[in-house]
Structure formats: structure tokens, C-alpha cells
């Protein structure tokens, strides 16, 4: 900790900076719990830096993503619990950079507070650093920022964005799809990180009992909303690795499958997707049901219970299948593309 920096007059004004440091200190065994080889320093520079491994690679392109963890920030401030949603954060970035086949290599995130809890920036920043873990990158670096005024003091905005790399060539980019090839699920761990808005208002989360048990959901609906997003960053790797030509990839986030499966499509192909063929998730079968929602409107709203739509061609799909399942993830035919005016068509 910094002793030597201290100002009263800022303290006056809602800043503690002395918290700031003992958050820094905190925090730092979690960060480096996610170092990889390539990442040069340790914490408290003004820039993290990375040394990306290149050998084997003819022409290096970096993949970006970033983005938030949105309106499910509100069920973390409603069942006080913090340790989770950074994996959020991590996992909407990264499993849209997975998507072209790259490898994530580090993150940042962007923490904005009302007041700064040590104990509670630590509890964020722990999530933050099992969702690096999980996607095989590191947190070289990110932000505090304690904002007295501008956020209730008990609230917070977390954001962040993660860099991957790859060799040109093989960029996946829908390219290659033809008709006839087949499209696979990999099963959401729930709502993820996408909707929140609309499931805050026809659950009425501010109103409710969180703590209260659901039985067709086997835990309480605070356990439920509040359940990270699934990363599929190491399995979707691991298929690629393995020879499997993936063709196309898609994380179904906000817009459902309506909007994030024709983004992997070339023109003239439909995906035409077996709605009978999505594991069911019951939670969604409860906000249709409590907001009186048509289904297309949750179709297009929801994952409905896939994260990643993946497509194959067909003499490889049960052999991606089987690779998947190996590595933890539920996966399923979910379709196939079929020549007609890009977009999708579920039945």
C-alpha cells in the first residue's frame, strides 16, 4: 500500500484513495493467478503488457471483444452477491472472439463504483479472474474508478475486453458453408448475461423474494438469475485442434438466435434450427409464462438454452459431437443449413 499518498481534501469529496490501494493489494494475488506465459511485469503499471507467442503463426491477426455485464448487475446489488458476475464479463468478451477461431490471450476490465468497498472490489475482481482462467488468458491490467454521486454508493458498472490472436488463413468466418451442413448446440448454463431488462420487469426481481425456492427450477430464483455465463472458449479450441473443420461460429447473446446466427451465415443459406432439439431450461419456460411473452419475442430476446451454435459439414458432425461431450459441454444437433434468403427459420 501507497502510505505516502493521502489526500484529506479529496476524502471530503467521496474519494478515498487509501481504499483504492488496499482494493490494489487485495486483488493482486487474484490477478496473478491468471498469468500466462507472454504477460511481462506485474500489477500497478499504466499499461499491461503482453508478449504474444508467434512461432507457427505466418500472418498474426488480432480479434477483439468488448463489452458489459448489463442490467444482471442489479441481481448481484439485490442478492449481495459480487464473486460471479466478473466471470460474466469475461465470458461475453471472450466467447465472441472464440467465434473466428482466435485464441484469447489477455483482458481488462473497467470497474466503476459509488464507493469503494476493498472486501467487495476483491469479491468482483475474484470473478473476474476465474472467467481469465477458464478462457485460458490473462488480466494484465483494468480500472477502479470510485465515483461518489455519479452511482448509488452500493452500485457498481463492470465492463471490460479481452484481445485474442490468430493466423489469417485460418480465420473462421462462415465463408465455407454450404447447404446440407449440419449445425451444432452447445447447451447456455441459463439466461447468461443477456435480457435482464425485460426479465427484471416481468419478474418483478426489485418486489420479490430472491431467497424464495422455485421447485421447477431446483433452487431459489436469485441462484438462478444470478448463474454465470457459460465460456466455451477452451472446448471450441480444443474442436479446432482436433482437425474438425468448423465452418462457422455463433454466440447466441442479446437478439437471441434470430440476430446472432445469420451474423455466421453467408447469403443464401437459411439455418433451420429444431426447437425440440435445445435442452430445456426451465427459467424460460417461467418468464414466458409470468410475462405472458410470445414466443418469438423470446426467441429473440433469450439464448433459450444455447450459447454457441456451431457448423460442421455433415460426414464431421457426429465426430464434433463426441469431441464436445468429452469436453464437458452438452452438445446436440440443433440443424442444418438449407439453401433460400439468409436468416433462420426455427420449427
Excluded at 504477460?39 to 498474426?60: A, H, R
Excluded at 452500493?154 to 462462415?174: P, R, S
Excluded at 451444432?184 to 426481481?205: C, E, P, Q, T
Amino acid at each position: 500500500m501507497n502510505k505516502n499518498s493521502k489526500s484529506e481534501s479529496y476524502a471530503a469529496a467521496g474519494v478515498d484513495v487509501t481504499a483504492g490501494y488496499e482494493s490494489v493489494d487485495r486483488i493482486k494475488p487474484l490477478v496473478q493467478s491468471t498469468y500466462i506465459p507472454g504477460v511481462i511485469g506485474d500489477l500497478g503499471g499504466f499499461g499491461g503488457l503482453f508478449k504474444p507467442q508467434l512461432d507457427g503463426i505466418e500472418e498474426p491477426v488480432l480479434v477483439s471483444g468488448t463489452d458489459g455485464v448489463g442490467t444482471k448487475l442489479k441481481i448481484a446489488f439485490l442478492t449481495d452477491k459480487h464473486d460471479t458476475v466478473g466471470i460474466d464479463c469475461v465470458a461475453m468478451c471472450v466467447n465472441d472472439i472464440v467465434c473466428s477461431g482466435a485464441k484469447p490471450l489477455f483482458f481488462l476490465d473497467y470497474l466503476a463504483v459509488g464507493k469503494n468497498f476493498p472486501e467487495r472490489i476483491e469479491k468482483i475482481v475474484s470473478g473476474v479472474t476465474e472467467g481469465c482462467r477458464q478462457a485460458g488468458c490473462a488480466l494484465i491490467g483494468g480500472e477502479t474508478a470510485e465515483m461518489p454521486g455519479f452511482y448509488p454508493i452500493d452500485e457498481y458498472d463492470l465492463a471490460g475486453f479481452a484481445v485474442g490472436l490468430m493466423d489469417k488463413a485460418k480465420v473462421i468466418d462462415g465463408s465455407t458453408i454450404n447447404d446440407g451442413d449440419i449445425l451444432i448446440g452447445l447447451a447456455s448454463s441459463g439466461i447468461h448475461s443477456n435480457g435482464y431488462s425485460l426479465v427484471r420487469k416481468v419478474l418483478d426481481v426489485e418486489n420479490r423474494d430472491l431467497g424464495e425456492f422455485i421447485p421447477e427450477l431446483g433452487k431459489t430464483l436469485g441462484e438462478e438469475l444470478i448463474t454465470p455465463t457459460r465460456i466455451y472458449v477452451k472446448s471450441i479450441l480444443g474442436l479446432i485442434e482436433s482437425g474438425v473443420a468448423v465452418k462457422a461460429i455463433s454466440h447466441i447473446t442479446g437478439g437471441g438466435l434470430y440476430e446472432n446466427v445469420p451474423r455466421m451465415l453467408p447469403d443464401g443459406i437459411v439455418a433451420s434450427i429444431e426447437k425440440k432439439s435445445i435442452p430445456e431450461k426451465p427459467i424460460f419456460t417461467l418468464i414466458a409464462k409470468e410475462g405472458n411473452i410470445p414466443e418469438r419475442d423470446m426467441y429473440n430476446t433469450f439464448n433459450m438454452g444455447v450459447g454457441m451454435i456451431i457448423a460442421v459439414a455433415p460426414e464431421e458432425a457426429d465426430k464434433a459431437v463426441e469431441f464436445l461431450t468429452s469436453a464437458g459441454e452438452t452438445a446436440f444437433i440443433a440443424g442444418k443449413c438449407v439453401s433460400g434468403e439468409k436468416g433462420v427459420e426455427l420449427w
